[in-house]
Every structure is written in C-alpha cells, then in structure tokens.
C-alpha cells in the first residue's frame, strides 16, 4: 500500500547481520522525500510477550536521513492508511508516550541493537547534523518485539527540523513527513495452568504411616518444589489457594512442618534421602533449580507423619528471585502455585 509521509530515524552505514547498528555518515539533508512512502506490512500485527515482527519501508530517498520510534497507543489516532494525529508533548512535538513498557526496537536495518530501544537514534540526537538511519537499497527495515500487553504504532519521519523529535501542529498532525506504520498489539502471556493438589480434603494419619499427593496442572519444561507449611502459618478457603505467614523477606514461612511430617518420596520411585518437609532443599539455586520434574503433567509425593501435627502440602513452580515461594504484601503467592488438604498426623 503506498503511504504518505514518513516518520524515520536514518542509518549512515550498511552493517553485516548481528551487528551493531552504525552512525555517521553520509550527512543528511532536509529535503523531504519526493514520493509517499510505504510500509509492509501494513495490516494490524499481534505479538507475544518476546514474539518479533519486522517491517520494510521503501520508497525512501537515498540521501535523506530518517528516524523510527514506537508511540503508545493511548497517544496517536492512526487512520489506517498511514497518517495520525498525535497527543502534543507540550513542545510541539509527537509525546510517544510510555511505549518501551509494551515493545522496544530490537534491529535497524541489519544491524541487531545492544538494547530494545524506543527509538532509534536516541532522543539525544542532533537534528542538524544527525546521525540518524540511511537506506539501504532503497529501503529502510526495522524490527519490533513485545515487552508486555498493550499496543504500540511504529512512525518513521524525516530527522530534520528544529527538533530530533516529530514536529506536529496545533491539530496534532506532523508537519514534517512521516509513515504511521499498523498498530502491534502485544498479548499478556496466557495464565498458567492452575496447580492442583490431590486430595484437596483433610486427610489423616498416624505417625508412620504414609500418605501420596498427585499434584497436576504442571508444565514438563519446568521445575517445581514442593514444601510443608504448618497449619498456623497458611490460610486456606480449602480450594486450593491460600496466604501466609511472612518470612520477613517476602516468602512464605513454612514454619517447622519438620516436626510433623516429611516427604519420603516423589514420582513413586524416587527416595528423598534424607526424609525433608522441602524438595529440593532450601539451598536450591532458582536461577539454575534442579527442582522436581513433572511427568505428563504431573508430581506425586509421599508424606510421612512424624508426630501429632498439622501440615499442608503446597506446590509451586522453582523460579523468581528466591527459591522459595514468594508472596506479596498480603500474604498471597505471586508465583504458580496450588495447595492440598491438610494431613493432620495423629497418634491412635
């Protein structure tokens, strides 16, 4: 689709794939782009959280220098073909918005940049003499990947004018010429499967005596752990979420579960050696965790009663800052997690 105007930060010299994208010369001038310019692709993009699109601009002037941003949608009233009116920045200027917190710049031209950028060259830019992005045969290309959910535009303009940034009039249209490419809208990651734990009613025991948990709703590509926490320090509806005790550094306090009851076994065969109320230990790296892996989607633990006691198994994916399970200020997990009925060990 040919477009009008264009709203593009140049490149001065053509780079090899992977590297960094190159600035200098040739020097630019302000004579607008003869021709319309256009985009492809033109349509609507929907991106992952981490997913990519790239986008080609043609019909550039060689000699001209030209500068590409990603606007938040909150600010631009694109039209579908190419123009838009943007939100003032208070200076006669395109406001962007926040647009870095939803999608970044990861390639210009074939250059791949250091950082997911906003904009390319930076806003520090000197629209005298800038260093912008220049075509390369003809064409100008650029790539967008998502941060997290929202929409963003991206807009390629001349980087010329009074200022490095788009130049718009009273109305909010640019003054200066510029390609509004397609709105990228950026999915939130689909929620995780809910951890089951099974049963999910009170069970119990004597000391000595064993009980299995099947813990389901799991990814195989991922690492779990699995502690006790004592029944002082968990509030549970019985629906298999809950809040807890604070540890004092934002995790969940399982208190000494160790008194009442371990886990001797996981995935029927595997011994835990020592018996221990966590799997993996506390010492676990969550960077780097050997955590327990599902099978089918699923984790099974023996518990043994120790003494008289109350315990309830909770489940929740090994990652985060800690290894342990992290919850916010009000007591709930902040990661995936689920938790089973309460094994209360009970002498006959």
Known sequence: M???????????LACGPGDPAPTGDPTPTD?????????SPDSPQTLGVGDQVSFDVTDVDP??????????????????????VFVDSGTGTANAGPSDSYAGLFHVQYGTLPALAKTFPAATDDPAAPSAIFPINGMVSFGVEGVAAGSVYPVIYHNGGESTFLEIDENG?????????????????????PVTVEPSTPVTIAPGDTYDYTITGLNDAYKYRITLVVAAN?????????????????TANAGNS??????????????????????PAATDDPANPTGITPSGGEITVTIEGVADGTVYPVAYRNYGASTFLEIDGSGYPTESYGVGGSLTVATP
């Open 2 to 12: 040919t477009r009008p105007a264009l709203f593009l930060a140049a490149f001065a």
């Open 31 to 39: 004579t607008p782009a003869p021709d319309p310019l256009s985009i």
């Open 63 to 84: 000699d001209q220098a030209y500068r590409v941003t990603l606007v938040h949608g909150d600010n631009i009233t694109w039209d579908g073909d190419g123009n838009a």
């Open 173 to 193: 249209s640019a003054i200066e010429h510029y390609i509004v490419g397609p709105e990228i809208t950026i999915e939130a990651p689909p929620p995780p499967p």
């Open 234 to 250: 968990i509030t549970t509806p019985g629906d298999g979420t809950g809040s807890f005790v604070d540890s004092g550094t934002g």
């Open 258 to 279: 160790q008194d009442y009851a371990l886990i001797t076994y996981y995935n029927t065969t595997y011994a835990v050696d020592p018996p221990a109320k966590t799997i």
